[in-house]
């Protein structure tokens, strides 16, 4: 929007409700970096560092949630102002889960730091939550800049982290049927997948925000589906 | 789409009350609206909107020949009403109005009665053979208005003794009591109170079943609140129309955008 309110006070409100959003979204992208971080150099003070900064996700999300019911009762904004109250609504409550995910993580980070490591898979895990953080920063970015193109891309990108989420399903469903005593950690591990996965699903939710932002339309086409696990029995022998 | 709030904005009729081609309208030199093409449905609320001076009025004005006593105006293209051109000349406007009523943005009853106020039109358009008859059209034209219950008991008392909004309701009774087919309103509610507001309103949602409704209004919110269809105008032209909901949540051209939200106008 380049044409600005007849009221200035109107565009100030409009946009600190949007700053408090990117505010909270570089607070989500730095709990998802330091939760996989922590898990990967099993850091537990990094790990109790994320789980406080979590509250200040929450606070914001509050106040998001605040201001935005203010500008209804007191602009009605009609529009692309209306729309963009009803997306800071929305972004705000993904962002708050995926600060609770990684909160989730952090919280498994310390359990597992008790634990024999298992080999490769924090570092797997790490690589998909830097793909969910990136596709957060370019959902974000899109936010900012109105890019629907870019927004398209993130919905498209979460396939990848369905694929990977896929893999570690059945890497460590198969640590644990060689291995009983790996069951407790891999467990911890599979909900950390799980965990990013579903962070992956609200940055498209975000990317969905964007494009309905813009265009007034939510979009329709459906997005790649790749994560297949519901399906999985056993893993195939050999 | 089975929410009632939904659904009592829906257009249950696809007649076309008004249909207007190709509309051009002249003050002197001053080309005051430039091609307008709408249609007005029956049964349906239709706002007006848009910055002062944008031509609404004027366009509404055009609906009942009201612009017929401006010298200087002159009006080109097709008006018709129900299929019936309204600038022909074997239609007397005066039969006109009496078809597409009209209330202005301040009340102005007659310095009559207020029996006399709605009695009036019936009368001269001879509607009506017998008092009792006369009675029965002032006593069903006041309860359309929504106002038979705070005039019944004083009907000879002058009509200019009431409030702002219960004046504004009697002019609105005595616009209908010519059972008109359109009921034009420029700026009902400008001289009201919030509670007056509110009244018309929901009459105005009332009338919509006998009547279609063509206001116009600077209230944004109350166009949003009364009407299905918005028109957009600005600069004697006619930017957008369209269903109000999508006009007020996804309209397509910037310059409705910029108007209903409040930047430039």
Redesign the interface.
């Known amino acids: 929007m380049i044409?600005?309110?007849?009221?200035s006070v109107?565009d100030r409100e409009l946009e600190a409700v949007q700053a408090h959003i990117m505010k909270m979204g570089g607070l989500v992208e730095t709990a998802i970096l330091d939760a996989a971080t922590s898990l990967e150099n099993r850091d537990e003070e990094l790990a109790a560092a994320v789980r406080r900064q979590d509250l200040q996700i929450d606070e914001l999300e509050q106040r998001i949630n605040t201001e935005a019911a203010r500008l209804i009762a007191l602009r009605?904004?009609?529009?692309?102002?209306?729309?963009t109250v009803l997306t800071v609504m929305k972004i705000s409550g993904n962002l708050e889960r995926m600060g609770d995910y990684a909160k989730n993580i952090a919280k498994r980070t310390s359990v597992l730091a008790q634990m024999t490591p298992i080999e490769g898979a924090t570092s797997d895990l790490r690589r998909m939550a830097q793909a969910v953080e990136l596709m957060l920063k370019d959902a974000l970015d899109s936010y900012i800049h109105r890019d629907v193109d870019l927004a398209q891309d993130v919905r498209v990108r979460d396939g990848d982290v369905d694929q990977m989420y896929n893999a570690m399903f059945r890497q460590f469903l198969t640590y644990m049927m060689e291995d009983p005593r790996h069951i407790t950690g891999c467990m911890h591990l599979h909900f950390i997948a799980k965990n990013i996965e579903r962070m992956g699903d609200h940055v498209t939710s975000i990317a969905d925000q964007v494009i309905y932002l813009v265009s007034?339309?939510v979009p329709t086409e459906v997005r790649p589906k790749a994560d297949h696990t519901a399906f999985i029995t056993t893993p195939t022998e050999g | 789409m089975n929410d009632m709030r939904i659904v009592e904005r829906d257009v249950d009729t696809q007649a076309i009350k008004f249909d207007c081609e190709n509309v051009q309208v002249y003050y002197g030199d001053n080309h005051a609206i430039k091609d307008v093409n709408v249609r007005i449905e029956s049964n349906t609320v239709t706002a007006f909107i848009g910055p002062s001076g944008c031509g609404k009025s004027t366009f509404l004005r055009c609906l009942n020949r009201m612009n017929d006593t401006i010298d200087i105006c002159r009006v080109e293209g097709k008006l018709s009403l129900d299929g019936e051109n309204i600038y022909d000349r074997k239609v007397d406007p005066v039969q006109l109005r009496a078809k597409v009523g009209m209330v202005f943005q301040k009340p102005n009853p007659f310095p009559k009665s207020i029996y006399d106020n709605i009695a009036y039109g019936p009368r001269i358009h001879g509607l009506v053979d017998s008092k009792a008859d006369l009675d029965m059209v002032v006593e069903r034209s006041l309860r359309r208005g929504a106002i038979w219950d705070e005039v019944k008991d004083r009907l000879h008392a002058p009509g200019t003794g009431l409030s702002g909004g219960q004046q504004q309701r009697l002019c609105i009774a005595r616009a209908v009591a010519t059972e008109p087919e359109v009921l034009l309103m420029d700026e009902p509610c400008s001289a009201l109170d919030p509670i007056a507001t509110a009244q018309v309103e929901e009459l105005i949602e009332e009338l919509r079943t006998n009547f279609s409704v063509i206001i116009v209004t600077h209230s944004?919110?109350q166009a949003?609140r009364v009407s299905q269809r918005t028109a957009f105008f600005h600069l004697g032209e006619l930017v957008e129309f369209g269903k109000t909901g999508d006009i007020?949540?996804?309209?397509k051209d910037p310059r409705?955008?910029?108007y209903?939200?409040?930047?430039?106008?």
């Open positions: 044409e600005e309110h007849i009221s109107y009605a904004p009609a529009a692309g102002d209306l729309r007034g339309e | 944004m919110q949003a007020f949540t996804n309209p409705t955008e910029s209903i939200t409040g930047r430039i106008g």
